[in-house]
Nanobody, 121 residues
């Protein structure tokens, strides 16, 4: 069993910053890519940022230059530093990991439960 747990969401004023964290735990052999997605009511979940085990990153155009994704492979953690936040960044943010399960060596895509980020004055 593998789970992802996010933390760090909350209410912030426009122009402010937040840092999201996500930790993967359980029967993990290796983690390939990790990423952050977000979703607003009535909309599809969209990629915000992703990072490979080697550190290559990919960002949505809407967050380039404002958000930074990073990971600590030793701790099975991924972070999202969000600066210059805008009201349109308001969403539930989900952590995602593509990993290989220990012992079974099954390839899994795992999601966290989500954390709400609200950008409002």
């Amino acid at each position: 069993h593998v789970q992802l747990v996010e933390s760090g969401g909350g209410l912030v004023q426009p122009g402010g910053s937040l840092r999201l964290s996500c930790v993967a735990s359980g029967s993990i052999f290796s983690i390939n890519s990790m990423g952050w997605y977000r979703q607003t009511p009535g909309e599809e979940r969209e990629l915000v940022a992703a990072i490979t085990s080697g550190g290559s990153t990919n960002y949505a155009d809407s967050v380039k230059g404002r958000f930074t994704i990073s990971r600590d492979n030793a701790k099975n953690m991924v972070y999202l530093q969000m600066n210059s936040l805008k009201p349109e960044d308001t969403a539930v943010y989900y952590c995602n990991a593509d990993l290989t399960e220990d012992k079974s060596y099954r390839y899994l895509g795992v999601w966290g439960q989500g954390t709400l980020v609200t950008v409002s004055s």
